[in-house]
């Protein structure tokens, strides 16, 4: 199990996977929430609508699925 918390997952290492891997991650064309409880935990928005950036910190108003969990 990875000792990373949910908010070094989301700010760092997600958004340079994804970025790595743009144009496939476009084709699922989805907005996720995820929404994670716990003293590391936060809100973050997944969205593979879009050419690049994909991960913001916050909620979204457009999910599609919003998953929430503890860290």
């Given at each position: 199990?990875?000792?990373q918390?949910?908010?070094q997952?989301?700010?760092?290492e997600l958004?340079t996977?994804l970025?790595?891997n743009?144009?496939?991650v476009k084709?699922v ?19 593979l609508?879009?050419?690049g ?5 916050g909620?979204?108003?457009?999910a599609d699925?919003t ?5």
């Open positions: 199990m990875s000792d918390t949910a908010t997952i989301f700010n760092e958004p996977k970025a790595n743009a144009d496939s084709k064309d989805a907005i996720y929430q995820f929404n994670i409880d716990g003293d590391n935990g936060g809100t973050w928005t997944v969205d609508t879009k050419d950036d994909f991960v913001s910190e909620a979204s108003d457009d699925c998953v929430t969990m503890k860290e």
